[in-house]
């Protein structure tokens, strides 16, 4: 009988993000910048700086035959922001982990992925864990069971959930940061599915009336046509961080407007909006996300909404998939918690015909990029966002690597089952 593997030991290592995590309401207040600076007193608690460096905390996890299989836990670029947790703090984080985390993991059988979140990732003293921590955790028991399986951590997922194994490519969306020109380029030379995302997070980059963001979308949607490869035709897609209801007015029927406006510039292309408002409350925003979605659907507007604030946890997911309050759902994975609450998310979005794109924050890890490039490939997601960093070509390359790279294997595993041979290729 095989003997089981379990965890002996848990070590951590302090790290860093890929960018930095930034004060959301100091920088829609309209703070001054001075170069990568932002110049001004924090607005949201726990910044002690408006923006300040990413930070991480990897977890590694010593299974019984001295594997060791790493997670890396962090936050979101605008932490404490659209009911988001708050700042994440390493020193504090990583206490909890000794304090809690860590005698959960000890001796527990990793076999079972889904068995060992249960268990590992149980609330405490009535509360859920930091959500970082859940992300972190998640991760690396992941990554113990696909060892355990010696598979790779879709086929994990997988099984668990019990969904066929893929063979299609994800989409893949890049962001731009505030290098939007230079890095909007890359992205149509790369033949990008999805661009730019555009940053538009003040009002100098919205301008009087959204005239500022009207004039980027046409540019972008030029600019592909200039310069794209012969029949390339990306979605267009941009964060305005709430920027049309601050701007134009928090009623749906006034965003609709907008928003269709925007849509007829750019006939050609599918045009996707992200976070058009930030209502205050996932109630609300429930509610007035669903007037919007029926005003373009019934216009029949190539725009699509994508929701992000206010819609963090499975919970939140659900219910936005279930009222139809958005196209698009970004499962922001380090929101999320635990990355069986991703597939949890993605399932539910596709249950409910709603878009599901596995997302996350350019804050992230080269680690937690890659494991998200798994579990969108396994549950075969709608989109998956292109991270970390801000810089397009290492979150290119990270994300769409390890997607080619879980596709042939599963392919190769494939043809072995059908029975096929690899040609003899010696010289």
């Not at 020193?91 to 990793?110: C, F, G, N, Q, Y």
């Not at 590992?120 to 991760?139: F, I, K, T, W």
């Not at 397009?392 to 994300?399: F, H, K, N, Y």
Request: proline share 4%; hydrophobic share 40%.
């Amino acid at each position: 009988m095989a003997t089981s593997v379990t965890v002996k030991d848990v070590i951590l290592a302090p790290g860093n993000g890929s960018f930095f995590y930034d004060d959301q309401a100091a920088i829609r207040a309209g703070v001054a910048s001075d170069g990568f600076r932002y110049i001004g007193a924090p607005q949201t608690p726990g910044f002690q700086t408006i923006r300040t460096p990413a930070r991480s905390l990897s977890i590694g996890i010593v299974l019984s035959d001295d594997t060791i299989v790493w997670g890396d836990m962090m936050s979101v670029q605008y932490s404490g922001a659209g009911g988001r947790d708050p700042l994440f703090h390493t020193e504090a984080i990583e206490s909890l982990t000794k304090s809690v985390v860590v005698p959960r993991l000890l001796h527990l059988d990793v076999s079972n992925f889904l068995e060992a979140c249960n268990q590992v990732l149980a609330y405490h003293n009535d509360e859920r864990l930091p959500l970082a921590v859940e992300y972190g955790v998640s991760q690396a028991l992941l990554g113990a069971a696909a060892h355990v399986a010696r598979t790779t951590l879709a086929e994990v997922v997988c099984s668990e959930f019990s969904l066929p194994l893929p063979k299609k490519r994800v989409p893949i969306y890049a962001q731009s940061g505030d290098a939007r020109e230079i890095n909007v380029d890359k992205m149509i030379l790369k033949s990008v599915d999805v661009l730019p995302h555009g940053l538009i997070n003040s009002r100098e980059k919205f301008g009087p009336s959204g005239g500022n963001f009207r004039e980027f979308v046409r540019w972008v949607a030029k600019r592909t046509t200039e310069i794209g490869a012969p029949g390339y035709h990306p979605s267009l897609h941009f964060d305005v961080y709430g920027w049309i209801g601050l701007e134009i007015g928090m009623e749906a029927a006034k965003i609709a407007d907008f928003i269709c406006s925007i849509a007829d510039e750019v006939p050609d292309f599918r045009l996707h909006i992200e976070s058009p408002a930030d209502f205050g409350s996932t109630s609300i925003q429930l509610v007035e996300y669903a007037k919007i979605v029926s005003i373009l659907d019934q216009r029949g507007s190539n725009a699509r909404i994508v929701v992000d604030e206010q819609c963090n946890t499975l919970d939140d997911i659900r219910r936005f998939a279930e009222e139809k309050a958005a196209h698009i759902v970004q499962i922001k994975m380090p929101d999320v918690g635990s990355v069986a609450d991703t597939v949890w998310g993605v399932l539910a979005c596709k249950e409910h015909g709603v878009g599901a794109y596995v997302g996350g924050s350019c804050t992230e890890t080269d680690l937690s990029a890659r494991v998200s490039v798994q579990i969108a490939v396994a549950t075969q997601a709608d989109m998956m966002l292109a991270k970390p960093g801000m810089g397009v070509d290492e979150g290119i390359s990270i994300v769409g690597n390890e997607q080619n790279r879980v596709l042939a294997v599963l392919k190769y595993r494939s043809s072995l089952i059908a029975g096929e041979h690899v040609e003899d290729r010696r010289a």
